[in-house]
């Protein structure tokens, strides 16, 4: 069911995006036959990874897949260390402080308000702030 998720080639500031549509996409396929399988997953993610920039990670990560029994190595620790490993090799470790940065220059100009907000609370999620700290608002 829904579509697959947009195909990953590295960049960097898509890392998040494109890791939350392959929850997003496995979450609603999730009693679908195979979908349950943590290995499967990994492999499914590694097939939306294409070009140059991610070349060489995928193919060591199918290898490493490969070596895994599907039976007895069929556990949650698979999918949780492909979640690592594709966020030390490619999530942007910059995001929070970039986000910060971009809030300070973040101006409200009339009549788009409602845009300000959103994008306001949206910084402040990325930056790590707590919404209900009155330091937020």
Same mark, same amino acid.
């Not at 220059?105 to 009155?134: V, W």
């Given at each position: 069911m *829904?579509? &697959?998720?947009q195909v990953f080639s590295g960049d960097r500031l898509l890392a998040d995006d494109f890791i939350e549509e392959v929850k997003g996409y496995l979450r609603l396929n999730q009693d679908v036959a195979g979908y349950n399988s943590l290995i499967k997953k990994v492999a499914l993610t590694l097939t939306l990874m294409k070009g140059p920039q991610v070349a060489g990670w995928t193919?060591?990560? *199918?290898?490493? /897949?490969?070596? &895994?029994?599907?039976? /007895? =190595?069929?556990?949650?620790?698979?999918?949780?260390?492909? &979640?690592?490993?594709? #966020?030390?090799? !490619?999530?942007?470790?910059?995001?929070?402080? @970039? %986000? @910060?940065?971009?809030i300070e220059?973040?101006?409200?100009?009339?009549?788009?308000?409602?845009? !300000?907000? %959103? @994008?306001?609370? =949206? &910084? #402040?999620?990325? %930056?790590?702030? =707590? %919404?209900? #700290? *009155?330091a937020v608002f």
């Open positions: *829904g579509g &697959l998720p193919c060591n990560m *199918g290898t490493w /897949l490969d070596t &895994l029994d599907p039976v /007895l =190595d069929n556990i949650p620790d698979v999918w949780d260390q492909f &979640l690592f490993e594709f #966020s030390q090799q !490619y999530q942007d470790s910059q995001r929070e402080n @970039r %986000a @910060r940065g971009e220059r973040c101006t409200m100009k009339f009549p788009e308000i409602d845009d !300000y907000i %959103a @994008r306001f609370e =949206d &910084l #402040s999620r990325i %930056a790590g702030y =707590d %919404a209900n #700290s *009155g």
